[in-house]
């Protein structure tokens, strides 16, 4: 006596079908979403260096880009690595702090806003002291590490609806 069994394997099937094509794929999506994430990181730097009223003008502002190599910082997060840089010299004293020696600074006095002019007979003198940081990165850091799990999971939810959608 012989038992024939049938099983209707067509959705499985269709699983490993998804898998295969997904998987071609998740390398380059992985890529574009550790992208997305320093595009977030840098989007959360500007708005700390406006919230903390680091500067009047845009040139550190704007400075900060995506995988420069000059005057860089590193931000780790697991296997994520965003490596993010200026070319504007004074970013890191603007953050950390740093002792001031006293010299005179050449510009004018428009009200209480004080614009450096090169070469001007008048301005201000600046007295030696510790001038306290704002500290910047550290409070866009800590922005991005609250963000993160709720970016994940969005990111994985959001890959899966894509790539496991049932027809």
């Known amino acids: 006596m012989s038992i024939k069994i049938n099983v209707d394997t067509s959705q499985l099937e269709n699983f490993f079908n998804c898998v295969d094509n997904s998987t071609n794929d998740l ?3 992985l890529l574009a979403y550790q992208k997305g994430i320093g595009i977030e990181f840098l989007d959360i730097l500007q708005n700390e260096i406006i919230r903390k009223h680091v ?3 845009r040139l550190l502002l704007s400075s900060f880009q995506l995988g420069d190599k000059n005057n860089y910082w590193k931000l780790t997060q697991g296997k994520l690595t965003l490596e993010v840089g200026t070319n504007v010299e004074y970013a890191k004293w603007v953050n950390d702090g740093h ?3 006293s010299r005179f600074v050449p510009g004018v006095w428009h009200g ?3 614009e450096y002019i090169k070469g001007a007979k008048t301005g201000m ?6 001038v ?3 500290h910047y990165w550290e409070s866009a850091i800590q922005i991005l590490e609250k ?5 994940m999971e969005n990111k994985i ?4 609806k894509n790539n496991f959608h049932s027809t």
């Open 27 to 29: 390398k380059k999506e």
């Open 55 to 57: 500067v009047d003008t």
């Open 99 to 101: 002792n001031q020696n």
């Open 112 to 114: 209480s806003r004080f």
């Open 125 to 130: 003198m600046l007295t030696a002291k510790f």
């Open 132 to 134: 306290e940081g704002y």
């Open 147 to 151: 963000m993160m799990p709720n970016i």
């Open 157 to 160: 939810k959001n890959w899966l």
